[in-house]
């Protein structure tokens, strides 16, 4: 099983939608996730840390599940500014390990 | 906003050249990074860095590679001698907690060996 993985997509979903992405992980041990989105050809840019409570920022909310070790993104009311692909990263004590990513593409 | 930046945005060398690629990470953090991005692929670590020593580096990180502070401000990627495969995107970012947790990226070098 991969470190972290990602269904790379892509979610092609209208705007005002909302779509939520997983990423699973392989460590039980992990300790520390974050989500970035990248823009093509650009650089990765933190979106947000995903802590055990959940951790919510405007439209977007994220989530760690560790019993079942998954991370979660959910977006709401989609813009057309989020199409992007959206990163899972562990990292923590762990070298910094990052999934293929998800692509989300919305629509008008 | 601070921000990371790298120089130069795109290196385009003869395989068996020596590279440096620079990077000025955000003033205030402690903590940096070289990554590298082959188009298409994932991000991948190379090494991190932690007052003025590597802290911890992946198995792509071999004796080709290596990475210095020369100053208060740069953080430089050295490759050695190029191959066709180190062709990629380099990403540097810089941290201000601890290890490994939220990075900011700088905009990368497009190395490309001919």
């Known amino acids: 099983r991969k470190e972290v993985e990602q269904d790379p997509g892509p979610f092609n979903v209208p705007e005002g939608a909302t779509v939520a992405f997983n990423c699973t992980y392989s460590n039980s041990a992990s300790q520390s996730f974050f989500w970035y989105r990248q823009d093509c050809r650009k650089e990765p840019k933190l979106l947000m840390s995903?802590?055990?409570s959940g951790n919510e920022d405007g439209r977007f909310t994220a989530q760690l599940n560790r019993a079942s070790q998954y991370i979660s993104l959910l977006i709401r009311d989609s813009k057309l500014s989020d199409s992007a692909t959206y990163l899972c990263v562990r990292g923590g004590s762990y070298i910094p390990t990052f999934g293929r990513g998800t692509s989300l593409i919305v629509h008008p | 906003e601070p921000e990371v930046t790298q120089t130069p945005s795109h290196q385009v060398t003869q395989m068996g050249q020596e590279v440096i690629l620079r990077c000025v990470p955000i003033s205030n953090h402690l903590y940096f990074y070289w990554y590298r991005q082959i188009l298409g692929q994932k991000v991948e670590f190379l090494v991190s860095f932690y007052n003025n020593e590597i802290s911890e580096k992946s198995e792509i990180f071999d004796d080709q590679f290596s990475v210095e502070r020369p100053d208060g401000s740069n953080f430089t990627l050295k490759i050695r001698s190029t191959k066709l495969e180190d062709s990629a995107m380099y990403f540097c970012a810089s941290s201000s907690g601890l290890l490994n947790y939220e990075q900011y990226f700088g905009p990368g070098t497009r190395l490309t060996v001919t």
């Open positions: 995903v802590y055990s």
